[in-house]
């Protein structure tokens, strides 16, 4: 098995220990501007998907600074992760590796969702719930985004 081609996998688990809707929300806005993963990712070909994960990435954005907001690691917060990085990281594995990417994606963002708990943690105690946030949803988003953009291509390119 060629770990290399299961980087980008990796790299979205990596992104969904942060911010478990993300994932899903970048490979939804990708297909909103026509590009196409090498795996499978028939759920966001469904408009109701599409919008959905959009919409659910948003919501988490904003859901993260409200004081209730619950740790990443809580069950239900876990088993967030392991979906959307498991759909995810099936998507930008190779066609005929979408389980291994599966695997790869949930591998990196449930050990993950720990640490980047503990530098959230951090840097709350230092510059507050709400501007910690604001951050890391800025690097989150931006990585997502710039996995994404770089695993997909073009509908019209011939992926490999």
């Not at 959009?54 to 990443?72: I, N, W």
């Not at 690097?139 to 509908?155: D, E, F, H, Q």
Request: charged residues 20%; glycine residues 10%; aromatic residues 4%.
């Amino acid at each position: 098995m060629n770990l290399r081609s299961l980087l980008s996998s990796a790299l979205i688990g990596a992104v969904a220990s942060a911010r478990s809707m993300t994932p899903m929300a970048t490979l939804a806005a990708a297909r909103l501007a026509d590009r196409h993963t090498t795996g499978e990712l028939v759920l966001l070909d469904r408009p109701l998907f599409k919008y959905g994960a959009l919409a659910m990435g948003v919501g988490e954005l904003f859901g993260d600074k409200m004081q209730t907001a619950p740790d990443r690691t809580v069950f239900l917060g876990l088993l967030a992760r392991v979906m959307s990085a498991g759909i995810a990281g099936a998507a930008l594995a190779p066609r005929g590796r979408e389980h291994a990417g599966a695997a790869v994606a949930v591998a990196t963002a449930v050990p993950l969702a720990y640490l980047t708990l503990a530098g959230r943690k951090q840097a709350m105690a230092r510059i507050g719930q709400t501007r910690s946030g604001l951050i890391e949803d800025a690097l989150i988003v931006a990585a997502g985004t710039a996995i994404v953009a770089w695993a997909t291509r073009p509908k019209y390119e011939q992926l490999e």
